[in-house]
């Protein structure tokens, strides 16, 4: 990529899929308008970007198929316009998946960790699927549900009711 790409402050397309890049754009924190990140299928060996989360208006990021290392910023909670983001197959990727996302994330359609060493809440439930859509790890907003042995078994309740009002 250009060396004076982050010169461009009014850049919201970054896509650059299948170059053989090997590095992230210098001053990423710099491209500000930025919402769409596609630069998967690339050699990208650098650590997760941990300014990401300055990017607040980041829709999509998809850095799948490169070789990211280090750990994911917990700041990423900040990007509420998050829809898509993929950092599938970076097995250098580890540490915590930020659980503040998922509430912070209201309008996230996937999230991929598959070929990661990322773990947590939304790993975890994703583990064995490529795309982790929302309605599989967003059960609700503050991540809170009801265990097996709590949940009200509704049918046979209303098999014994209709049973006992013959």
């Not at 596609?38 to 990017?55: H, K, M, R, T, W």
């Not at 316009?81 to 912070?104: A, H, I, K, Q, W």
């Not at 503050?142 to 078994?153: N, Y």
């Amino acid at each position: 990529l250009p060396s004076d790409l982050y010169r461009n402050t009014d850049l919201r397309l970054l896509a650059a899929t299948h170059n053989q890049l090997r590095g992230l754009p210098q001053f990423f924190h710099r491209l500000v308008n930025l919402h769409t990140i596609e630069l998967n299928d690339n050699q990208i060996a650098a650590e997760f970007p941990a300014s990401i989360g300055q990017l607040v208006e980041l829709r999509m990021v998809i850095f799948r198929n490169n070789l990211l290392s280090g750990t994911l910023p917990p700041d990423m909670k900040r990007l509420s316009e998050m829809r898509v983001f993929d950092v599938m197959n970076n097995r250098g990727l580890r540490g915590t998946f930020p659980t503040e996302v998922v509430p912070s994330w209201p309008k996230v359609e996937y999230v991929s960790t598959f070929g990661t060493s990322l773990t947590g809440y939304v790993p975890s439930l994703c583990y064995e699927v490529v795309q982790c859509f929302k309605y599989m790890f967003d059960t609700h907003p503050d991540l809170t549900w009801a265990v097996e042995g709590e949940i009200p078994d509704i049918v046979n309740r209303t098999v014994e009711l209709a049973k006992t009002a013959r």
